[in-house]
């Protein structure tokens, strides 16, 4: 799918901005008492990780990390500057063990709203994300790898601001797909609790431990095709969910239509 596309252009590497639940704004007001992720636990054959952990300084997210180890550090993290509006600014990627293909990232904003991510490697090669907007909500990003490696994603949603769909084009293969969403809970996104989201979306990487839908409730079903791929080229998902006194998902749990399933915790912290 979508994001082993993705990956095949670019591993590991994070982060965006939010203004409600798009992603482009600075963070929650401090006079609000906000609900933040803190941690992603995967189990995949029975076997849980922790795939995710963020730590905050008050409501402003301050570093993510990866890959947990046993002493209670982690394999690579990305600590975060903002301005003094509070908007992120950048990322530096750091590691105990595995070398991240990206060292750090350049974050523009105009308007209060996030529109430019540019990545450096750890060659100095860079790569360019450019996001836009309208009434608050993200419709198109671009990741520029190269001249000739694009890929174009466009961002749908109804009248409840649910998305409801994902176009998706990239230049390499002339590959392209499209995510539908047809059935949706009445709960909280799982990113609505992840500031500045749109940075982790630059990298699908870091969003596929949530669903494929970034819109105000989390999906039911969904259907992914393709034109240009071997695989998948037409496949089906359902999710299903327990919740927290929160109204945010507590878990997660993914089905394909074969029947293999992955499966997520959340843990969540409060803060006034």
Known sequence: MKRSILLAFAALSLFSCSKSDNGSTPEPEASKSTILLTRVIETTGGSPSVRMEYTYNGKQMTRAGYGKLANGTYGYWYDFAYNT????????????TITPTTKKADVTWTNGELTKIIFTKFDNTTRENTFTYASGRLTTDRAVFSASSIIDNKY???ASGRNTKIEFKETTNAGSGIYEFTAFDDKKSIVSSLPNWTFFLAYSYDLEVFSDSYGANNPLSEKYTTTGYTYPSNETYTYSYTYNGYGYPATMTKKDGSG????YAYEYTEVK
Request: avoid cysteine; charge should be negative; charged fraction near 5%.
């Open 156 to 158: 749908t949603y109804d």
């Open 85 to 96: 509006q509070g908007q992120l600014t950048g990322m530096t990627a750091f590691s105990n």
């Open 260 to 263: 293999y399933t992955t499966s």
